[in-house]
């Protein structure tokens, strides 16, 4: 079965910084690596960021940091 799946990355602001997923995927289980870069291609800085992943009615949002 497939759904509609979407990963994206914001800041603590809620200011969205990257886009990494957004297209129809099967259910299992996906490894999904970020370079720490926005969706300019920009190297954003150290510190917290939200991830959240949308799949079908799932909606999930967690902390990550990121050190560089």
């Given at each position: 079965?497939?759904?509609?799946?979407?990963?994206?990355v914001y800041d603590?602001?809620?200011?969205?910084?990257k886009?990494m997923i957004n297209?129809?995927m099967?259910?299992g289980?996906f490894?999904?690596s970020?370079?720490?870069?926005?969706d300019?291609?920009?190297?954003v800085?150290s510190g917290?960021?939200?991830y959240?992943?949308?799949?079908?009615v799932?909606?999930?949002?967690?902390?990550?940091?990121?050190?560089?």
């Amino acid at each position: 079965m497939k759904s509609q799946v979407r990963l994206t990355v914001y800041d603590m602001t809620g200011k969205q910084i990257k886009t990494m997923i957004n297209q129809e995927m099967p259910a299992g289980t996906f490894k999904v690596s970020w370079n720490g870069k926005n969706d300019y291609n920009e190297y954003v800085a150290s510190g917290v960021y939200l991830y959240k992943i949308q799949a079908g009615v799932y909606s999930s949002t967690k902390k990550m940091m990121l050190l560089k």
